[in-house]
């Protein structure tokens, strides 16, 4: 949701405490002192206020321990920081895919490994710009996996299975992508991309990401060209 005022999470209203609380931020987890929360219980630290899309996604993916990218790509997706379409959704696909594929590994190495995978990815989704997918036939969501394949398999242009699997993993999204039918709706492309890529993982990466099965998109009241129920997360009801 684009919260432009109250609780930048929720849009709640802000409770201003007479006693600070001890709590953590929402996006980065680092504990501090308020005296300022929504009443739904949110709290965002200062540094996290001031931060763009692109360094609240990475910092948001570096501190979270979930595992589920539908959760994490929504609540990123609901930060007034991110934009209703925007070149951050090519971003927001590999690092929660990161975030959530390293988690599940867990231990010691795949925390150095997250970190360093979102700085590339971070890197390689720049190069993505917006409006990739009517340009260049080509959505920077489905990019925006093969990207996530290409880090954790250690594909290059000379690679033999993981330059495979890296370009099936963005055709396999990209074509679920595609034959959900235009207008773009980013929201609706991340949720594509996410479900598909979580499959592929399971099947050529015998690793199992859990997730919700069930999506209901709660941002299409922002988005003028929805599909409604046309389109496979819709609810009116959210």
């Known amino acids: 949701m684009d919260h432009k005022t109250d609780c930048l999470v929720c849009g709640k209203e802000l409770d201003y405490l007479f006693t600070p609380v001890q709590t953590n931020c929402f996006y980065c987890r680092e504990k501090a002192e308020t005296d300022v929360m929504c009443s ?12 763009g899309a692109m360094d609240l996604i990475y910092r948001y993916c570096i501190r979270t321990s979930k595992h589920d990218p539908i959760v994490m790509a929504t609540e990123l997706m609901r930060s007034k920081k991110v934009a209703m379409h925007g070149p951050e959704h090519h971003f927001i696909v590999p690092a929660v895919l990161i975030t959530a594929y390293y988690n599940t590994l867990g231990g010691i190495t795949s925390i150095s490994e997250k970190e360093k995978k979102l700085r590339e990815a971070l890197r390689r989704s720049e190069k993505v710009p917006g409006g990739f997918c009517g340009f260049y036939g080509a959505c920077g969501a489905a990019i925006g996996t093969g990207i996530f394949i290409s880090l954790v398999t ?61 999506i209901h998109c709660c941002f299409h009241s922002l988005n003028r060209e929805c599909l409604k129920s046309a389109c496979p997360f819709y609810d009116e009801q959210v």
């Open 40 to 51: 739904g219980g949110h709290f965002v630290c200062d540094a996290c206020h001031r931060l």
């Open 154 to 214: 250690g594909a290059t242009p000379l690679a033999r299975q993981e330059w495979m699997l890296s370009n099936m993993m963005t055709s396999r999204s990209l074509s679920c992508i595609a034959h959900s039918g235009g207008p773009r709706c980013c929201k609706r492309d991340t949720y594509i991309a996410l479900v598909e890529a979580v499959a592929f993982i399971e099947e050529n990466l015998n690793v199992k990401i859990e997730i919700d099965p069930v």
